[in-house]
DNA sequence: TCAAAAGTGTTCTTCGTACACCCATGA
DNA sequence: TCATGGGTGTACGAAGAACACTTTTGA
């Protein structure tokens, strides 16, 4: 049995952003320090002694990126010997969601570089970190099947085929518009707007839809359970 | 950011069992250190310096409870600040699936004393570990429903009837003999054996079955999912 | 007037659910 | 012969999947 411990404890997140031109994507720092110095790696860091494993992800995200995130959900811990090189390192991993137009990244010191990547298109990344995106990118789509979650990666008001895109997007395959509208619709929690959409090209604007996050809480507390 | 981390971190098990006399049970470990000395809490302990998670569970379960655990899954990370009086530790939650018959418990010196609980009757625990728990049955009545785990609780040959009472221990709801028996059997994972139940009194004994790991995982490569 | 994107309903099949009687065994 | 527990099938309704044409708009 261990007498005394050197371990260290981080916290890395994975922050999935959306947008219809871009698809699903990821949002990666380049690190200025070493290990893996100059290669593209989750945000993260160090937990302070008196911070909580959430403030520690939000206060890195805010060091190291300059973004602030709302959707936030603990993934899972990766703690094998020598998944980092220095010394023993147990990260605590979160995946979160965020719209990428809402902040303008900002790389700090640590990290010499900050950058929105497909999901398709990942780089090399260093550490475990490859392992850890592709358990968070799992996670997502679960629970994309069973929890509206997909409205926190959208603008407040969105058309309905965005909402689609970004299934498919994340899903990675195709949906039936009409079935998938009959779904979702059917719980009423998304309340239609009279304002329309502003397309770029040609095409029949579709009316805007805004998330009713209360009717949507009432419905589970009545039992309704969400599924795609 | 912090310069130097003074965190400690550990490993908790929430060790599930199932006897059909005494349904779902918990084990535990009655503590005899501080602190919550003589309370009653979950088996875990800290992580050595070149351990694995895992091997550090299935090493404090072998310390504290002569148990050896098959069936193994991490379940969540627990870090707030003051959870453990002492000092800060971080502890990483595993839940794992176990036949109690096949053990006999045996304390040590950190735990004066081990035993099953059933799951409705768990006295008052220490630290946090009453929200762990709560968090594991969650996680393990969810499994149960698309992956074929409660194999893991049975012996190697059981009767139906086995099978299904266990489900309704864990999901604590009552299920229709006829309707369950026609969903597990359309997988096919299940060998119909010549033997036959031994009961304890009257009654027609049924034949007894057994899980055919490997056609699940065919099954599984081939894409069907398992879904009760 | 053409191309692009959104809006909409029906049919068929599959799956879930509800439900009751007979059979084998031990006492 | 009675009590106990195991074995089995059908009918109904709900939900999922497949599928195509019309409408609105910009160029």
């Known amino acids: 049995m261990p007498t005394s411990q050197d371990i260290k404890i981080a916290v890395d ?4 952003g959306y947008t219809s031109k871009e698809g699903l994507s990821l949002l990666l720092i380049r690190r200025n320090i070493k290990p893996f110095k100059n290669t593209w790696a989750l945000p993260g860091g160090l937990v302070g002694n008196e911070e909580s494993l959430e403030d520690a992800i939000q206060r ?25 090189p220095r010394n023993r390192v147990v990260s605590i991993a979160y995946y979160g969601l965020v719209k990428p137009d809402a902040f303008e990244l900002q790389a700090d010191t640590d990290a010499g570089d900050v ?32 929890e509206p979650i997909g409205f926190e990666l959208l603008d407040e008001k969105f058309p309905f085929s ?12 195709p949906i039936d518009r009409r079935n998938f509208k009959k779904k979702v619709s059917k719980y009423g929690f998304l309340d239609e707007t009279t304002e329309r959409q502003q397309l770029e090209g040609a095409g029949r604007p579709g009316y805007l839809y805004r998330f009713n996050e209360e009717k949507y809480f009432t419905l589970k507390k009545e039992g309704v359970n969400f599924e795609i």
């Open 60 to 84: 890195e995200l805010r060091e190291e990126t300059g973004i602030n995130i709302n959707y936030l959900e603990q993934l899972y811990s990766f703690g094998r010997p020598g998944r980092d």
């Open 162 to 173: 965005e909402l689609e895109k970004l299934y498919m997007a994340v899903l990675d395959r």
């Open 13 to 16: 997140a994975v922050v999935f």
């Open 115 to 146: 950058a929105w990547f497909n999901i398709k298109k990942i780089p090399k990344l260093g550490f475990d970190h490859a392992e850890i995106i592709q358990r968070a990118h799992e996670r997502l789509k679960n629970k994309l099947l069973y």
